[in-house]
């Protein structure tokens, strides 16, 4: 073939398009009801002001609202000591950490955070990342284990790290302890594991439903057949005993080989963790490659979630949040509205999606921020409101949503 030919050939081909038609994806999106927009809030508290997505243009502010969806449950988002901790930090070491942790991103306020967090989590030693969801990822992909069993409603960051890992991952009935065993011992049957790692992960406690993985039996099932427990405390660190989640609740830090979590959510910051022996933080800070290859977490969140930890360990701040939460469960009960699970997370179920946006429609009117959640996020039949009370809202703010939630059930004819 002459030079022109292929010339002409190639010039031919560049014309045909292999780019991709995003307006084509956003409005199937669109159709299926799956199409988001950004929700913007002026600061991270119980009462904000809102926006419509202003998308790249400067956001208009509406009137301030009553916030019920963060995960900021301990409400030491934007407590001032947690402000004055980052800010020190930021001045001391740096706004930035410059580098990855294995080059010369390792600071003192990593550290020292990272020895509170094993303190609390009664382990020989942590490590942060700059996620949850990079901890995840990282820790299960390091493991890489040959099989995981993993719980049917666990988090997206485990799920992404379950693929990413190549493993065989055997996905067990939600909370099902016995289901787990049969995954179990299916496998041992069908194929020949003696060298197998074998990795079983759950998120402690649910964040869609509010409920809590029954560990102690997910640990005898995991023991009886030689497995590693992982479990997800991102909704539980900082909200039980001394700090620490439900492992520690219950009291199986001994039990469960490792123990991850966020510094985004109770503790009000940024960045995940891992908690565990001393060979499984030197093979993570070795081989996880979210850690390896990222920089390492901003020292300003190291020290504002090294604060949080200090305050969440002593008991006041928990037991404000737990008087609010069941201020709120029990008030939404004696209005007629069925509530799931039994911690600081209330899905207020409403069943039929139209309702639960109806509903979320009318809260919104009344100056909520409480949004519906809806299928795929849930099961069909099961559409919801999902509020989370923090400890930084008071009894007058729980008033005030009950009333919202009497109003509207009464004009909506929901309960
Ligand atoms: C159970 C669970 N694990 C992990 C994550 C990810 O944590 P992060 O937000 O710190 O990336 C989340 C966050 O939504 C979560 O709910």
Same mark, same amino acid.
């Given at each position: ?6 010339? +002409? ?24 009801? %799956? ?28 009137? #301030? ?23 020190? &930090? ?6 930035? =950490? ?10 003192? @306020? ?16 942590? %490590? ?23 719980? #049917? ?26 289901? %787990?065993?049969? @995954?179990?011992?299916?496998? =041992? ?43 997800? #405390? ?36 940024? $960045? $995940? ?8 933080? #030197? ?44 201020? +709120? ?5 004696? %209005?007629?509205?069925?509530?799931? $699970? ?34 795929? &996020? ?11 009370? &923090? ?12 009333? @919202? ?11």
């Amino acid at each position: 073939m002459s030079f022109e030919s292929r010339h +002409t050939d190639d010039a031919r081909e560049a014309r045909v398009e292999r780019g991709f038609d995003l307006d084509a994806r956003l409005a199937s999106r669109e159709a299926v009801d %799956l199409r988001r927009d950004l929700a913007p809030v002026d600061r991270v508290g119980p009462r904000a002001r809102t926006a419509p997505d202003p998308k790249g243009q400067p956001a208009e502010w509406t009137e #301030e609202r009553l916030v019920l969806a963060s995960n900021d449950y301990l409400g030491l988002a934007g407590d001032p000591r947690l402000a004055e901790a980052a800010a020190k &930090t930021a001045r001391e070491v740096g706004a930035g =950490a410059g580098a990855s942790r294995l080059v010369v991103g390792d600071t003192p @306020a990593h550290r020292a955070l990272e020895r509170d967090l094993a303190a609390t989590k009664r382990t020989e030693r942590a %490590l942060v990342f700059s996620s949850g969801y990079a901890a995840n990822v990282g820790t299960i992909t390091a493991l890489d284990p040959d099989a995981v069993f993993s719980d #049917e409603l666990n988090h997206a960051s485990i799920i992404d790290g379950c693929r990413l890992s190549g493993a065989d991952v055997e996905i067990y009935d939600h909370c099902d302890p016995d289901a %787990l065993r049969a @995954a179990m011992r299916e496998r =041992a049957r069908e194929v020949d594991a003696s060298g197998e790692s074998w990795l079983v992960v759950t998120d402690t406690v649910f964040s869609m439903d509010g409920d809590v993985a029954p560990l102690a039996a997910v640990c005898d099932a995991a023991e009886d057949f030689g497995a590693w427990t992982m479990v997800d #405390e991102a909704h539980a660190t900082g909200l039980y005993v001394d700090g620490g989640g439900i492992v520690q609740r219950e009291g199986l830090s001994e039990r469960v080989d490792v123990q991850l979590g966020t510094l985004s959510k109770a503790l009000g910051a940024q $960045g $995940g963790y891992v908690a565990g022996s001393e060979p499984l933080v #030197e093979h993570l800070l070795n081989t996880a490659r979210a850690f390896v290859f990222s920089t390492g977490l901003a020292p300003p969140a190291a020290g504002a979630a090294r604060e949080a930890l200090r305050i969440a360990r002593a008991d006041r701040r928990r037991d404000r949040l737990w008087d609010i939460v069941e201020r +709120t469960r029990e008030g939404l009960e004696a %209005l007629g509205y069925e509530v799931l $699970g039994e911690t600081q997370i209330l899905p207020v179920v409403v069943g039929d999606r139209a309702d639960a946006v109806a509903l979320a429609d009318r809260l919104h009117e009344a100056g909520l921020v409480a949004p519906a959640i809806r299928p795929p &996020t849930v099961p069909e039949g099961t559409s919801r409101i999902r509020l989370a009370p &923090t400890a930084a809202h008071t009894r007058a703010d729980v008033d005030r949503c009950l009333a @919202a939630f009497e109003a509207a059930g009464t004009e909506l004819d929901l309960r």
